[in-house]
């Protein structure tokens, strides 16, 4: 009796949490599933709703606007998640390697680490704005100091994406270096002793030893960051606005525009929208899948 | 030229003298033992001589040739840690071969050698095996194969077994020595059970403080302890150490327990004359030999029993003399109880003194 009631009570304290959930995340999207097979443009209120089928999806997947914009968050999502978990990983190893034993700096240099991240994305995209600016901004300042021209990094299609990609790294890598730290710091001591004495080298240890052992962890860290990353509008809407031109639309960035900004085709973006979620979905049960099927084949 | 030398190992750790002038020589093939109590620095000084720690004075020979520039992998001693160290993202073939393959070995080489030490260890079937799967045993000799496939001058094995089992650890210390045999490798073996220090050891170094007490051949450990500790610390049942006062009498010298006289002893016995009267008797409790009733005369002492105690092999009494308790060994215990009078005497030829520092008198 005692534990039923206390089932029940527990039920009844997850359930808000749950309700909130499904009424800010679930319905929406189911919302957003309904209207993707209607012609709701927000433009033309008076206009009746119809039903039109996957028209919406025929349409946008044959539009290449939102193709090459596909092709942006992929680039933008990889490459930051790649460069976090890689420069993260780099910092961890600094941190492993030179100052397991001194704490204090080891905690002064953690904090800082974690203040990009806990930074907001829009306060840390409009930093970034200014210290790209090709007037007023700190890096190109510091290039003329040293005889270099002005360097147009929003502006110029050709690095605008790289720049943005840029900023997500400096946000991330500490992040992720704070949770590879721990994980390098619970691989048993013996394990580098031993390689120490069989007079492994440091590659050879990073080879064999430490992905090995931070296999999982890195995947983890990898598809937390990877998540973070295709939520990308606040980081691209403030710094380039997806310009110049579409250089750095990406989906995010353009259904907005297609609904919201431009031609208030809601039915259309939404169309996208389920799109990049199918996308997204099937691309982490792929990683998750083979990470699972290696585990047991271990 | 010896094979391992040590020379005035100095090592401290902030305030804590983990090696203090630490010196010992190690022969070609020999099994080598550091053995003394938990801190007294005999896994410092391995790791000192695996380059794993940096002494802050003193220097290492390997094949007479300083080490104290190399690094760990450079200086031909493989390592065996007290906590498994197999690599768990390899199978048991794979983790005998790491070595091999750090040193750029050639395949059909690395396929040769890691087979014969899986034979040699006798785990050759299980040389596919993810290592979660090893039994305590087979882990351990994996191990051992991956330090044999090194083929270093000196192996360094810091307890490689005292996490193991009783009866898997007497198993392993009979396979350590059958493989120590078979190939006759140079062996430093850091243990602070002395029983296993006493069964698988050439040579013996018995450590206490960061200091080397005593080295020697375990029988002469036993036999002639350098000083009180090295008595205490090597031989089951423990040494009994009783205080007692040394004078002179009609020209001898005897030795007061109590208000009961013992002796004469031998002069030599006691040539250099102590310069504190006050001794310490080392006797072991099989070289006590009682006999019921109070007796008096030469050599006799008197106490009464005040407990037994039996291992059913082996019977002992427990008695008080001049403070300290003693135990003899006694052929049966049904002989004796509680509050029975028991005369003591000693095996003259035997019988250690020690002076109040600790150092035996020889």
């Known amino acids: ?298 | 030229m010896y094979t391992l030398e040590v020379k005035n190992l100095t090592k401290i750790f902030g305030e804590h003298k983990a090696n203090d002038n630490v010196s010992l020589q190690i022969e070609k093939g020999e099994f080598f033992v550091l053995l003394g109590p938990s801190g007294c620095g005999k896994s410092t000084l391995l790791r000192s001589v695996a380059g794993l720690e940096i002494p802050d004075s003193g220097e290492i020979f390997i094949s007479g040739e300083s080490v104290m520039d190399k690094e760990p992998g450079e200086r031909d001693v493989a390592m065996m840690f007290q906590q498994a160290t197999l690599y768990p993202n390899m199978n048991v073939f794979d983790n005998v071969a790491f070595p091999l393959k750090i040193k750029g070995v050639d395949k059909q080489k690395i396929e040769k050698q890691v087979t014969d030490a899986l034979e040699l260890v006798q785990i050759p079937e299980k040389r596919n095996s993810n290592i979660k799967n090893l039994s305590g045993g087979e882990a351990q000799r994996a191990m051992i194969a991956r330090v044999l496939v090194q083929d270093p001058e000196v192996f360094l094995l810091d307890e490689p077994f005292s996490s193991l089992d009783h009866q898997l650890r007497v198993y392993m210390r009979k396979e350590i020595m059958r493989i120590h045999q078979k190939t006759g490798v140079t062996i430093m073996f850091v243990t602070h059970n002395q029983e296993e220090a006493m069964k698988v050891g050439d040579q013996l170094a018995i450590m206490n403080n960061g200091r080397i007490e005593q080295v020697g051949t375990p029988a002469e450990t036993l036999q002639q302890p350098n000083n009180k500790f090295v008595a205490q610390f090597i031989g089951h049942p423990q040494m009994n150490f009783i205080p007692a006062e040394v004078s002179e009498q009609d020209g001898q010298l005897v030795l007061k327990v109590d208000s009961q006289t013992y002796g004469p002893i031998a002069q030599e016995d006691l040539i250099k004359q102590p310069e504190s009267t006050d001794l310490t008797i080392g006797v072991r409790p099989e070289e006590v030999s009682v006999e019921k009733e109070k007796k008096s005369g030469e050599d006799k002492l008197n106490s009464k029993v005040e407990f037994t105690e039996s291992t059913g092999a082996n019977n002992y009494i427990h008695f008080d003399l001049g403070g300290a308790s003693v135990q003899a060994s006694v052929p049966e215990i049904k002989d004796w109880d509680q509050g029975d009078e028991v005369s003591v005497s000693f095996n003259k030829e035997r019988l250690k003194l020690f002076d109040p520092d600790g150092e035996r008198i020889k």
Do not use: C
């Not at chain 1, 100052?99 to 953690?110: F, Q, V």
């Open chain 1, 1 to 298: 009796m005692a534990i039923k009631s206390r089932d029940r009570l527990l039920k009844y304290l997850v359930a808000p949490a749950i309700i909130f959930s499904f009424v800010a995340g679930v319905l929406p999207m189911l919302y957003a599933l309904r209207n993707s097979f209607y012609n709701i443009n927000v433009r033309l209120p008076m206009q009746t709703e119809r039903l039109i089928g996957i028209t919406n999806y025929k349409i946008i997947l044959g539009n290449e606007r939102f193709q090459a914009s596909l092709r942006n968050s992929i680039v933008f999502s990889l490459e930051g998640t790649i460069g976090a978990v890689l420069l993260g990983l780099a910092i961890a190893l600094f941190l492993y390697y030179f100052l397991r034993n001194k704490p204090l700096l080891l905690t002064g240099l953690s904090t800082m680490l974690l203040i990009p991240a806990l930074t907001g994305r829009i306060s840390v995209a409009y930093i970034w704005r200014l210290l790209y600016d090709p007037v007023l901004g700190l890096i190109n300042h510091v290039l003329g100091l040293l005889g270099f021209g002005t360097v147009e990094f929003l502006s110029n299609s050709n690095i605008a994406m790289q720049s943005v990609v840029f900023t997500d790294v400096w946000q991330w890598s500490g992040f992720a270096a704070l949770f590879l730290y721990a994980g390098l710091v619970s691989i048993p001591r013996e394990y580098f002793e031993e390689a120490q004495v069989i007079g492994a080298s440091f590659f050879q240890r990073l080879r064999y030893i430490i992905i090995p052992n931070l296999k999982g962890l890195l995947l983890a860290v990898f598809l937390l960051k990877f998540m973070i990353s295709l939520r990308n509008f606040d980081l691209i809407s403030v710094m380039t606005g997806g310009g110049p031109g579409t250089a750095t639309e990406t989906v995010d960035m353009y259904l907005y525009w297609l609904a919201v900004g431009g031609r208030g085709l809601l039915s259309r973006a939404s169309a996208g929208a389920i799109i990049m979620l199918v996308i997204t979905i099937v691309s982490f049960m792929i990683i998750i899948n083979l990470y699972q099927r290696q585990k047991v084949g271990e």
